[in-house]
Structure formats: C-alpha cells, structure tokens
C-alpha cells in the first residue's frame, strides 16, 4: 500500500470523489422528488377543491316585479305580528305569473313557482320590515333561484352542456329567457356567510358552523392553554423525578395517541350524563377537545420549557431569586413562543375533529346562529361531512366551498403560530 | 409556596367550568331535539327549518346518529336531557320498545312514507333488467345447488350471464353501503329476501328453523362481487361514473339527484320512479317512521305544532316539499289515518298486536 504514486493516489481519490459526489445528488435528487410529490398532492387537492368549490361562492337570482298588495297579503298595517302571517308567498307567486301570463295548468304552475327559492317569501318579509312604507307600492326584487334552477344556470357554460336533471324542458326555456333579458344573473353569495344551514342549497350557509367552531375552541383554548401550561411547569420544573412521575409522563404520551372518538365517549357519560350538560353544545364540545389536546399542549410546554438553558435558572438564581420567580418571570417567558405554537398547533387539530363530536350531539342540523356556550351548535368539518352526505346536487359545491372556509381558518391559524414565533422567539 | 400560581389558574379554570356548568343546566330546554335515521334526517330537517320559519319556536336541533344509536337516545328515558322524536328508517323493534317502555317511555309510531332502494349503474351501459331472483342469486353467499337438488353451495356465480342468461357477460360487481346501514339492512330484507323466497324449499325453512332461513336469505357474499363502499351514497354514484361495469345501491333521493349520470335498473318489470314506489308496485321500497316521546308532547315548545306541521298535506301530501326531497308519500287514507293518530297521541303497545 505504501508503494503507491502519487498519481495513482489522486486517481483513487478522484474515483471515490465522483462516487460520492453522485450519491449526494442522487440523496439530494430524491429528496427533490418526495417534495414535488407533496407538492404535486396538495396542487391536485387544492385545483379539485377549488374548481368544484367556487361556483358556490357566486348564486343565480332573479329578478320580479312585486307588488306589496295589501289586499293580497292580507294586512293593513305593518307590524310584527301582521308580518309573520302575510302571505308573502301569493305575491311571489303573483309576481311570477304576471311575468309568464300564459302559464296555465296546474302542474305548469308549480314549475314555475319553482323558479325561485322557497326562501323568496322571506326576502319580501325583510325588505318590507325594513322599509314599512313599500306598502301598496311596486318594486323590482332579485330573489335567489331555486337550487336546481341554479345547478342548470351554472352548467351551462360547462363544455357538457346544460345539467338538466330536474328542470323540465319548460323551465330551461324560461330560464334562458329571463338570462337573454337580463332578469337572471349570478351575483355573489353572501347567504352562503350570513345564514346558517339550511335543507334548500341556494339558503344554506356557513355562519352557524363558523361561529360553533370558533365557540368551540375557545372554550378548548380557555380551558386546555392553562392547565396545559400549569401542568408542564410543575412536571419540568417543581416535580421530583420519581416513579410516580415516570407513571404520569408515560400516560400523558399514552393519552396523545388515543382515537378521539374515546374521548367522545367519555364526554358522553360524564358532562352529558353525568353532569347533565346540554346535548349539542358548545360548551360540552369544548371540554371534550379539551381533554384531547391537553396531552399535545403539555408535551410541547415541556419541550419548549426544556429548551430554556440551564444558565438562565442558575443565573437568576445566583441572584437570589426564589424557585417561583425563576419560573414566571425568566423561564416562562423564553418558553412562551414554543408553548403559543403548541398549543396553535393543538387547537387546529381539534378545529378539524368530528369523530368525538358525534357523541355528543354536535353532529346536527343547525339553522340558528349560536349565540352562547350552550346554544346548541355544529362546527365546520361536520358541516362538510353533512353536507358531503346530502341527495341535493347543489350542496356538492356548497362542500368544496366548506372545505375552502375551513382550510383558511387552517392556514390562518398556522400562520399566526409562525408569526408568533418569529415574534417571540428569543436565539442564544 | 411553590405551587401557588399552578393551584391559582387549575382553581379559576375549575370555577369557570362550574359556572358555566350550573348555568346550563338551569336553562330549560327550548328547542325540540331530534335523533335517529340518516335516511330519514333530510325530511325531518326540512320540516324542521320550515316550521321554525313559520312559527316563534326555536329550530328543532336535529342529529344524524342511525336508527340504531338514535332509538338508544331515544329510549334512554324521559326528561330534558334526552331525545323527543328520532327517525327510523325501519319499524322499531319489539327488543327496542321494550326498552323504551322499561325507562318509562311511551312511544307513539308515526309512518311518514317511504323511500325506495334503487340498484342503478352508469347511463354510459346499458339498464339493468333484474329480478329480485337475480339479485339474490347474484349477491347471496350461498345459493341453491344450480343442478336442482334442494341444497346449498358457496356462490359459484361469476357474471350476471350465468345468474340469467338474459343478461349481459359482465362481471358482477355491486357497490353498496356496510353492514351498519339501515339501507343495507332494507336492501338485504326486501330485495335479497324477497328473491330468495322464491325457492320453496328455503320459504318452508321459515317456519321450521328461523335463524337457518336468515342466513341463508340474508348473507352477502364475501368474495369481492359485493364491494362495501361506505355511507356516503354520493361517493357511490360517482364510482359508477367512473365504472360503468359496476352496480349501485342507494336511495332513491340520489337517483333523483344524479339523473344525468345515473340510471336505476328495473327490478320485476318496475323502474324505480315516484309513482311506482308510491303505488308499491316497485318491490323494494321501505317504510320511513318518527316516534314522538309522549309524554314530551306536552312538556316542549312547540312539539304538536310541529308533529302537525309533519303531517299536514303541503308537507307530506302528493305535492308536499317532501315529496320534492324524494320521500314518497303514502295513501291518502293512510295519510288520514296516521294524521289522526298523531293528534291523539296514541301509544304504541304490543308491536305484534299492530298489523
């Protein structure tokens, strides 16, 4: 060995040289490639999600000249309680006839009632609680379309052609009609953020599960962020190292690893029939995700408590400071970036949980906007899941379009958590 | 000294939690709570969300649990704490009222309509036309002996051409719900049942050996012919979008919905639309239910208006809303006869009594 030449040396070391430069491009290559595929994965669910989810954000309406007749509304005066007995149908109806007289039929007549949504009437009765003045008076209106009317509209500028489906012959005539003459367009959908959930597509909205997600995880937050917290120090920084906490640190691992749908159970027998807390609230959901996310958030508390130095407790303590002081006025402020994203982390995770919700009557139809911890509510991916569930071929939008709303609070979410500890964040 | 601060936000979470536990357990209840069927749930919403509409109560809240989970809720007991009404995509059964009546409920039936079970596949192939003989024999684990001898064999079959030679040489391959689905249990009772009574020799099993004669009539096999796709019948229909060899079964709703991609195979002679389901003379159709908590009717707001709501014509009757969410309504007189026993609120008894 000791004979070789110096060129014969450099040959050999050149050769090991390109192989191993062409391993490090093959780890790097292939690196590369795991990337694109996830990138690739989540470009093809976003471009799905989006395509089939954006019509939802745009709603076919029309336009009627109605006519607030007292006569046939049957009131005299405008109030609450004349407003909730007038007939605002048979001026819908009205409306819709004046504008094809030649309908005749009864089966010709109730496609064309058809046109509009069954919401129509509700429209009128806002619009004239708003202004009581209309009454007597005559004024154009644009009302939502009926979701099959809105499902024909959408697709036809599809290269299909039109989805006919459940609008007869007649009614595509009619609808086309009214497109020429520019009573029937798509506006934006606000029902689709103002209104809760409701069986007829075109008045199903998102509101009421927005709001129970958000109720939701503040209780979660409310209650799992201090005890979460609380837990952590006293774990890493008071507790003596014995079996007991050997015990309580191996279960706390256990318990992040058990399905949700356990702690669904558990909060069944306990807060609803144990403590006798209302069904479908979000007061019970919350405590239940509470239970779920208090192991994630005090295995992050520790670790970003762990990861203040040594030097900084030695220091303050050097100074004379006692073992509380230590913790709340030098190490909990270094760990509180790694809690903050814990515990961000924690709560998008219970954001998107449905499993232990169903147990506890939060998988449910919803059309009030909950206005309290214990109004009974819904949260958004069970909203997704029931929508996703439902006959009616408009909803299939109105899912992707879930989907979308979800996905944003998701990344809103996460964002802050990068934010914040960008923010926060203290290097040594 | 040192655990001050852990012991002063356990103690203030711990008072936030009773307060806000007290307070809504004072809070009576103002809402009608409903549970129970998937399939019945798009019906009982629908009232729900028009009744709240045309009245001051509050929206009924209604869940979507099964038929199963929802008569477990149901029968739990009486009190706010548990269900009003839950919806069956089935009769109750005789185990099931019982422990209803065991916790002091009594239930009074409320047959609202029905809903067919299609077995459809893509419009791209050509419609299926069955027999409820061809579906068992398809389908079954075990099927009669092919020779003719009165005995049983795993199921031999392979293509829909050697079920019946009528039909065409496709591979059978049927999607359709798991065994957790109330559609499954309808689809398996009238559809499955229904052909497999046709062979003599297995009806006469009825009497002699019940449970022999379900398991014949009611087993599906396990081979891969029949494919458990999930609840989600939509996600079904789009499957036979993507395979036109394949067979679905679903309800009729979504046939209604997927018209454009769908078609529902013939079964006896009968296509599965509206009037024939009504009429009964497509034979798998089944009977969809409420049961009301009686001694609720009194109790929450807004109970017998809603019960009235439910069985008024223009929510139930031939051109009702939900005639136009795909529930096909029963007879009228049966319609009367119903309505009439909802407004006396009578209970139910002995199930074997009743029809």
């Known amino acids: 060995m000791t004979d070789l030449s110096q060129a014969q040396v450099r040959e050999r070391i050149e050769q090991s040289l390109a192989r191993r430069h062409r391993k490090e491009k093959l780890f790097r290559g292939l690196g590369i490639a795991s990337i694109a595929f996830g990138v690739l994965a989540v470009l093809v669910l976003f471009t799905d999600i989006i395509s089939k989810g954006s019509g939802a954000f745009v709603q076919t309406a029309v336009q009627l000249e109605v006519t607030y007749d007292a006569a046939e509304l049957g009131i005299d005066t405008v109030d609450e309680e004349s407003l909730t007995w007038a007939n605002f149908t048979g001026v819908v109806r009205e409306a819709l006839r004046e504008r094809f007289p030649d309908v005749s039929g009864r089966s010709e007549k109730r496609e064309l009632y058809s046109l509009v949504s069954t919401g129509a009437p509700f429209t009128l009765r806002d619009r004239l609680a708003a202004n009581p003045e209309l009454l007597g008076k005559t004024e154009k209106v644009w009302f939502a379309a009926d979701d099959d009317v809105d499902t024909f509209y959408k697709s036809l500028d599809d290269s299909a052609g039109g989805f006919r489906g459940r609008t007869s012959e007649r009614m595509a005539g009619w609808v086309e009609q009214l497109a020429e003459s520019g009573e029937l367009k798509k506006r934006f959908n606000t029902t689709f953020f103002t209104n809760g959930d409701s069986r007829e597509p075109e008045q199903a909205g998102i509101r009421a599960a927005l709001v129970g997600s958000l109720l939701t995880l503040l209780v979660t937050l409310a209650l799992s962020f201090p005890i979460g917290v609380a837990a952590a120090i006293y774990l890493e920084e008071f507790a003596p190292r014995n079996r007991w906490t050997d015990l309580i640190e191996v279960n706390i691992n256990n318990l992040a690893a058990v399905p949700s749908i356990v702690f669904g159970l558990l909060g069944l027998a306990i807060f609803i029939n144990f403590f006798e807390l209302p069904r479908s609230a979000p007061l019970v959901g919350g405590l239940v995700l509470t239970l779920m996310t208090l192991p994630t958030i005090i295995i992050s508390s520790r670790a970003a408590l762990k990861s203040v130095p040594p030097s900084i407790r030695e220091a303050a303590m050097g100074m004379g400071a006692s073992r509380m002081q230590v913790v709340l006025h030098h190490v909990l402020p270094l760990a509180m970036p790694g809690m903050l994203t814990g515990a961000i982390i924690g709560m998008a995770q219970a954001l998107g949980e449905t499993a232990p919700l169903l147990m506890i009557g939060m998988v449910a139809f919803i059309v009030d906007v909950p206005g309290g911890v214990t109004d009974p509510a819904t949260v958004l991916p069970v909203q997704i899941f029931l929508w996703a569930d439902s006959p009616e071929r408009a909803f299939v939008e109105k899912t992707s379009a879930a989907i979308m709303v979800l996905l944003s609070v998701l990344i809103v979410m996460n964002a802050s958590a990068v934010w914040l500890r960008k923010k926060l964040e203290r290097r040594w | ?355």
């Open chain 2, 1 to 355: 000294m040192n655990k001050r601060p852990v012991s002063k936000i356990l103690a203030s979470s711990l008072a936030v939690l009773t307060v806000a536990a007290s307070q809504a357990a004072m809070a009576a209840r103002d809402h009608i709570s409903i549970v129970g069927s998937s399939t019945v749930y798009p019906f009982t919403t629908t009232v729900a969300e028009r009744f709240s509409r045309a009245t001051q109560f509050k929206t009924p809240v209604v869940e979507s649990t099964g038929t199963g989970g929802g008569m477990k809720l149901f029968c739990q007991g009486v009190g706010e704490g548990t269900a009003d009404i839950t919806g069956a995509s089935r009769r109750i059964k005789q185990s099931e009222l019982e422990m209803c009546n065991e916790n002091g409920v009594d239930v009074v039936e409320v047959q609202v309509g029905y809903d067919g079970i299609v077995l459809a596949n893509a419009r791209s192939a050509k419609r299926y036309n069955l027999s409820r003989k061809d579906i068992f024999l398809a389908l079954a684990k075990e099927v009669p002996n092919p020779d003719g001898s009165e005995t049983l064999v795993a199921n031999p079959y392979k293509t829909w051409k050697d079920v019946n030679p009528a039909l065409p040489n496709t591979r059978i391959e049927v999607l359709g719900p798991p065994p957790t689905s109330g559609t499954r249990d309808a689809f398996v009772e009238l559809a499955m049942e229904g052909g497999c009574k046709k062979f003599g020799w297995i009806a006469a099993k009825k009497s002699e050996d019940k449970n022999a004669y379900k398991a014949i009539c009611h087993n599906i096999r396990e081979d891969g012919a029949y494919v458990e796709a999930g609840e989600n019948d939509n996600l079904i229909v789009n499957k036979l979008v993507a395979n036109p060899d394949a067979l679905g079964v679903f309800g009729f709703s979504f046939l209604d919905q997927n018209s454009d991609k769908v078609q529902g195979s013939v079964i006896e002679g009968e296509q599965p639309t509206f009037d024939s389901i009504a009429d009964q003379s497509y034979p798998v159709s089944r009977p969809l239910f409420i049961y009301v908590k009686k001694q609720h009717a009194d109790v929450i707001p807004g109970m017998k208006q809603f019960l009235a709501e439910f069985t008024s014509e223009r929510a139930w009757g031939e051109d009702g809303y939900l005639a136009d969410k795909g529930m096909i309504p029963l007879p009228e007189e049966r319609r009367e006869q119903v309505a009439q026993n909802v407004r006396k609120m009578n209970a139910l008894g002995n199930l074997a009594k009743k029809q």
